[in-house]
């Protein structure tokens, strides 16, 4: 991604200066390459260093963690000044970029920037997501917003280009300044996790089709290739078209997705958001029901193992194909709108304990393009945060309600298939748990907290009494008179 960064930012008519710790690789790379704004091969990170000119602007493109300080201390150590700015392009964990920020003040101005598209977006245009000192923005505003993806400023889809050398002129870029510190990290982040929870209702739709009609890989593939014209259309739902018929360089006449094997990797950044849900305590139960189902898939052995002797259903459906594939699409689209509402809740709260001003229309814009979640949705959230900046949740704007209505018997009647049927569906089944919850002004925390005041003395309020006042039961002899306890 490092050598896709500096040829994007190159064609735009930079000159960049690269280094790699592996003099042989640079080399090769500057012999490879010819970009319009040329490149500079540098020996040694003294050498970079007195290439660039001041304030110098140096990206760091290495393994997140300990890599990020070995570096910044290496590029210290050879010259790099208090002006200077040093920006971390990798998946850092955003609490990393708010220390370093502050251990590398008066040494550099550390900042930190998430990127997403992948190699591909990397090369010619992802979506970038800046956070740190607003005075180094600044100067690397320009560069963030010639290298970003861009979108088509009326219709807000993207202005796809695959042409070194030759890049998009115009079209608003997918890039916007985030906040201060670690504020692009962590809404790169939440990128990530909607990113898990996205894969794992695709990855749940392809198999219920698969499972309740025996479609093959090639048909499911045409499904999601025929959804990618309509309101699912995103790059996600496009790889997944192409993943599904990709035939297999092994097996003539089979397809490769049939022979790839079932256990999910993980590099982390959907862990850390659910942990951050859990610290938090905002429900993105989705998002973590989509890291969870990772974890479960890795489990092979056991599942294997379980599975001859743990018995459920054997899936059977004799209804009408297309009404089914149809309800599966709306399933998919309801828990996507709540897997969003759950990413967007995050940052909302996220930015009350980190004292940012988030801008949530300008980040679903800068979503918009570019990174791993683009999608046409990304342009209703856009305008549901346009409508209303301080919306409490994307459920409740006009548009996704609407959509919701429309569309929620046929989610309810894909969960229930899969739960008679014993498909595992559990990003399907946690959106709409959630959904549920989130629109119930009752739930049986009631119960709970009798429990709890029952075994701990925690106590509980009455509906009854305002709020704040809290009573104690002397359980299980319950014609005691309630107590009233103050100072909880
Ligand atoms: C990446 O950073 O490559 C992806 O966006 C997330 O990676 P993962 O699925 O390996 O965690």
New binding site residues.
Partial sequence: MGENLALNIADHGFKVAVFNRTTEVMKKFIARENPPGGLVGCETLKELVAAIKKPRKVIIMVKAGAAIDAVTQQLLDAGIESDDIVIDCG?SQWTDTIRREKQYAGKCKFFGSGV?G?ELGARFGPAVIPGGDPEAWKHLKPIWDAIAAKVDAKTGKPIETAQPGKPVIGGVPCSAYIGPNGAGHYVKMI??GI??ID?QLIGEAYWLMSRLLGMSATEIGKVFAAWNEGDLDSYLIQITADILQQPDPVHKGENLVDYILDT????????WTSVNALDMGIPANAIAEAVFA?CLSALKDERVAAGKQLTGPTPSYSGNRQELINAIRDALYCSKICAYAQGFQLMREAQKEYNWKLNFAEIASIFRGGC?IRARFLQKITDAYTRSADLTNLLLDPYFNQQIQNAQTNWRKVVGLAATNGIPAPAFMSALSYYDGYRSPRLPANLLQGQRDYFGAHTYERTDNPRGKFFHLDWPEAKRPQLEVSGH
Wanted: glycine share 22%; charged share 20%; net charge positive.
């Fill in positions: 998946n997403s992948g990128h990530n990113e898990y894969m999910a990797g993980q590099k982390g950044t959907g862990k990772r791993i």
